[in-house]
């Protein structure tokens, strides 16, 4: 399975995704995406097909979903300029501000539409892994909101560092699941997610956070985290009066970097993702998977992962937990195959200083995922002065205190 | 007889002796990859086809047993080309013919075409890829079926009758039924067992094994009323943990 792709195969695949052709009907993004899943859970992809296909694009489904995002989740969220940043960096900066989303991050919107979408094909019951606990969070409110019971698989590590977001998804009404095996992150939780699916496929939705996975969680993921984009792209022309020269993302599975750039990528616009560059270029250092990885299968997905020469799947280090996964979603590996987005990555340390930046400048406390965002657009801005950058904020950073606390703040 | 077909004459062998095929199941090097061919050998004189588990960071279909026993294999260097080395160095000792069941990511990293040479070589005549469905195979199934190799499809319980056909009619060496809806490691056997096993008895026209929650001489003796073989794993592998030695175990199930 040849992965490199010639010029004309780029350049074709990339208008078929401009054009809203991808992923085609096998659930690819030209060679990445598909289907890897186990004989059991077949049919139960089958029926989640079957229901995308019926209800997302369906008027009472959007008519119920629009509803819910105004009224419920707060959209459409803000676009900030930053003054002060703006001044710092020698650019004009603007903040799309998915921390303002109800339980503050953009995993809201991808939530309240699936547990919607759970609901309407006759789920009983819902099953979420998480991360950072924004999805676990998200996904906890969104079942109390439709009533659907819920329960949250995440990483023995994770909940330690995360500990305000666990607490949050049990008052949310949630059972959180302590994942004890594999690298007790969360590619450990979507493992673990998916035994749990595999006893009952008929009675579970599971209620995947990011844009990876089986198709057509990639597709169902972006077409629901694509109102970041779509309202931004408006609030720019609107309020900026044209729009960026650059727009950055953090990528950890890429669920908030593909809803900011799907709707940018017919745009004259660089767009630019940035992983998880941890503390160093080793294997097993970080988790910049799209800067370093090779393509191989990995739950579920044909698409760049972090692995060895065996095709054994390698743990991934980040100071942030959201970001800290060995794969990506296989429309940015597409993306990245195609030269449209550009992916990057940023170290611990320099999203903790663009984290304490941002905090003492624009008054804002943002998630150590999307700091990561924050601190390479800071060093684009530095290299190509008096842009108009677009930074996708995804979510706020109350949840980081445990990890924060362990770092004195430098800026005063 | 292509390679494939030496699964299903084991399986046949079995049967025409008044017995239910018993197909053991080990995780490759372990506990101690050193004592991987003493325990192949071991389980080969009981089993009438032997599974060979391939160690994988991500076992998504797996308990926690095989989960446990595939990370101390990894931990320890087990590697698919280790065991292709391995099996090579014994080539025409064993006699039961090997399957490797494998994640798809090693032997996608392994690539097709050395995988089915290696393979042949080494006397492992079939596949079990637990994350690959038919609609993603044509490819690893046109490289095995090249060198005669079989690509052995699941089938579970929640399979539809009409895809239950085409996994049937695609499958090569045996079909594989998966007992539960569920992962590996599972503690009994469903009750409405008998339906369900009759039916891809029905639609198969090679030899069905059925595996998940098969841990006793009961269990195979149930199982073996509607199919043609049983799928020993996580019993066998929480055996080889407690360091005792495989044979008996086995002997005792049919």
């Not at chain 1, 059972?175 to 590619?187: F, H, N, P, S």
């Not at chain 2, 991500?58 to 320890?76: C, E, H, N, W, Y």
Request: with cysteine; charged share 20%; hydrophobic share 40%.
């Amino acid at each position: 399975m040849s992965t490199l792709l010639t010029a004309e195969e780029a350049r074709k695949l990339l208008d078929a995704a401009i054009n809203g052709n991808l992923p085609d009907e096998r659930g690819r993004f030209g060679p990445f995406g598909g289907r890897y899943v186990s004989e059991t859970l077949v049919p139960a992809f089958d029926r989640l097909e079957a229901g995308v296909k019926e209800h997302l694009h369906s008027s009472s489904f959007k008519a119920e979903l629009q509803k819910e995002l105004r009224e419920w989740v707060g959209r459409p969220t803000a676009l900030s300029f930053a003054p002060r940043l703006s001044e710092a960096w020698g650019a004009e900066v603007w903040i799309k501000r998915e921390d303002l989303a109800h339980t503050g991050a953009h995993k809201i919107n991808n939530a309240i539409g699936q547990a919607l979408l759970a609901k309407r094909i006759g789920a009983k019951r819902v099953i979420a892994e998480t991360g950072a606990g924004q999805h676990g969070v998200a996904s906890a409110a969104a079942c109390a909101r439709v009533g659907l019971p819920c329960r949250v698989f995440m990483g023995a590590v994770d909940m330690e560092r995360q500990a305000p977001n666990v607490d949050r998804i049990r008052r949310l009404g949630a059972e959180v699941i302590a994942v004890e095996t594999g690298d007790k992150t969360l590619r450990a939780a979507i493992d673990e997610a998916m035994r749990e699916w595999v006893t009952d496929p008929d009675g579970i939705y599971y209620l995947l956070g990011s844009a990876v996975g089986a198709h057509p969680y990639p597709y169902l993921v972006r077409e629901l985290q694509s109102v970041i984009g779509a309202e931004a792209r408006q609030q720019m022309l609107d309020q900026a009066g044209g729009l960026p020269d650059a727009a950055f993302a953090c990528v950890g599975g890429g669920s908030n970097a593909i809803g900011l750039f799907y709707p940018l990528i017919g745009d004259d616009i660089e767009l630019i993702g940035v992983e998880a560059g941890g503390i160093g270029d080793g294997l097993g250092e970080n988790a910049a998977t799209l800067a370093t990885g090779t393509p191989g299968v990995l739950q579920g997905s044909y698409t760049i992962i972090l692995q060895d020469d065996d095709g054994q799947v390698q743990e991934t280090q980040s100071i942030s937990a959201g970001l800290d996964y060995s794969g990506v979603g296989p429309e940015h590996a597409l993306l990245q195959a195609t030269g449209r987005v550009k992916y990057i990555s940023a170290r611990d340390n320099e999203a903790l200083e663009a984290l304490e930046e941002l905090c003492a400048m624009e008054g804002m406390l943002t998630a150590l995922e999307t700091s990561h965002a924050f601190a390479a657009a800071r060093e684009y801005a530095k290299q190509n002065p008096g842009k108009r950058i677009l930074i996708g904020n995804s979510g706020r950073g109350d949840k980081d205190m445990p990890t924060l606390t362990k770092y004195p703040a430098r800026i005063r | 007889m292509s390679a494939h077909e030496k699964i299903c004459s084991a399986i046949s062998a079995a049967n025409d002796s008044g017995r239910t095929a018993l197909v053991p199941f080990i995780t490759a090097g372990y506990p101690e990859p050193k004592d991987f061919i003493t325990t192949l050998k071991s389980v080969a004189s009981v089993g009438d086809v032997v599974e060979i588990g391939i160690p994988f960071s991500d076992p998504m279909a797996d308990g926690m047993t095989i989960q446990r026993s595939s990370f101390v294999a990894l931990q320890k260097g087990v590697s698919l080309k280790w065991i292709f080395d391995e099996l090579d160095s014994v080539r025409g000792e064993i006699e039961a013919p090997l399957v490797m069941m494998s994640y798809l990511n090693p032997l996608l990293a392994f690539g097709y075409e050395a995988l089915a040479d290696r393979a042949l070589g080494a006397g492992v005549y079939g596949f079990i890829v637990p994350d690959l469905p038919y609609e993603e195979c044509a490819e690893l199934r046109a490289a095995l079926e090249a060198r005669g190799l079989g690509l052995i499809q699941l089938v579970t319980p929640a399979t539809p009758e009409d895809r239950l056909k085409i996994l049937c009619d695609a499958s090569r060496g045996f079909v594989y039924a998966v007992t539960i809806t569920g992962i590996t490691g599972g503690s009994e056997l469903p009750i409405d067992l008998a339906d369900y096993l009759t039916k891809v008895a029905s639609h198969s026209t090679i030899p069905v094994c059925a595996g998940f929650g098969i841990r006793e001489a009961k269990d195979v003796a149930a199982v073996g009323q509607y199919v043609a073989g049983a799928i020993v794993g996580s019993a066998l592998v929480e055996v080889l943990e407690s360091g005792e030695d495989p044979k008996p175990f086995l002997e005792a199930l049919t």
